[in-house]
């Protein structure tokens, strides 16, 4: 039985790739402990072994509340750890071959850059879609150009699933975004110090949102 479609929470935390071991263990314990439904784990350093064992304790620490754990890039990793699904970019395993690998219940997430790329994942097996740079960003060091807002809202206006933005988002700017019909930001930077409390921020800015429904 396939899980429950993912009904994306306003703010989607990422792990920093610095954070290993104990910190990572707090830094996650603490944005649970606020409240979070869904965390990437995001890893581009370091050896698998590492990685995989601090993905399984983010698994263990995840599942007694219902947070779900979604593996950037690494099928595999997701596979060994049990964890709820993948967030696969442009020049990862093909979307396609991952879901015959991960099988109908895990969640597959997807980056775009343009639309040009968002019109290709249409036909995609995908569970949400992701869209941006919307702000430039430090994360990676070779940033896809802005996504302008006239794109943004073509994108989220066509898009069969929820759409996350990413890229350069505080709690300020995400409040722009949710107006303009992001379901999601994802947070990398602005959750790196004071976990819980930035996280309760941007919550705080989302409930000034009026309801589309």
């Known amino acids: 039985m396939r899980t429950p479609p993912l009904e994306f929470p306003p703010v989607y935390p990422i792990t920093p790739d610095a954070l290993r071991g104990e910190a990572l263990r707090a830094w996650a314990e603490s944005l649970i402990g606020a409240g979070c439904a869904v965390v990437q784990f995001r890893r581009k350093s370091g050896a698998d ?11 263990g ?11 950037d890039d690494r099928v595999d990793l997701c596979l060994l750890a049990e964890a709820d699904g993948v967030h696969l970019g442009q020049a990862d395993l093909p979307v396609p071959e991952a879901r015959v690998l991960l099988g109908r219940d895990k969640i597959i997430g997807y980056s775009t850059h343009n639309l040009e790329q968002f019109e290709q994942a249409l036909d995609l097996p995908l569970d949400y879609v992701a ?12 940033p896809d150009p802005v996504v302008p807002p006239l794109v943004q809202r073509e994108v989220i206006a066509r ?3 929820p759409v996350v933005a990413i890229g350069g988002i505080t709690a300020a700017k995400a409040e722009t975004l949710w107006r ?4 999601s930001v994802a947070v990398v930077s602005a959750l790196r110090e004071r976990p819980a409390e ?8 989302h409930r000034v949102i009026p309801s589309r429904g």
């Open 61 to 71: 620490l995840a599942r007694p509340s219902s947070c779900r754990v979604i593996v």
């Open 159 to 161: 898009s069969p699933w």
């Open 180 to 183: 303009r019909g992001f379901s």
């Open 131 to 142: 869209l941006g740079p919307v702000y430039p960003t430090a994360t990676k060091a070779d």
């Open 49 to 59: 072994e590492e990685s995989l064992a601090d993905l399984r304790d983010l698994v």
């Open 198 to 205: 930035s996280f309760r921020e941007f919550l705080s800015r």
